[in-house]
């Protein structure tokens, strides 16, 4: 049986290491865990989300989008340094135009 840690309330802002926007914290109660310009993530996460606890710390690019009926609206990540995937509930200030483009990528 596996037991899930709770998340780690870890929101603030940050500097994008892709694209380099000043990005503030998230708007509402969730953490930020992606930017919402080029919706680029990093690997920092590692147990649970927001314990930065990950020392692979690479970027982790949108490949994907879905409406989960469960879980919400998410951004698919793939790490680019080790490959990992990973899924990130969508904050209300991402991009609109670069959601609706992972929208159209094919999911493998």
Request: charge should be positive; glycine fraction near 8%.
């Amino acid at each position: 049986m596996h037991i899930r840690k709770n998340m780690v309330q870890n929101n603030e802002g940050f500097t994008c290491r892709k694209c380099r926007a000043k990005v503030d914290k998230h708007p509402g109660t969730s953490c930020r865990n992606h930017c919402p310009i080029c919706l680029y993530s990093l690997h920092v996460d590692l147990e649970v989300p927001g314990d930065r606890a990950n020392d692979c710390e690479g970027l982790m690019k949108p490949i994907g989008f879905e409406n989960n009926k469960k879980k919400g609206m998410r951004i698919q990540h793939q790490c680019q340094k080790c490959g990992f995937k990973g899924w990130n509930r969508i904050a209300e200030d991402d991009s609109f135009e670069l959601l609706c483009q992972l929208s159209r990528i094919p999911k493998d």
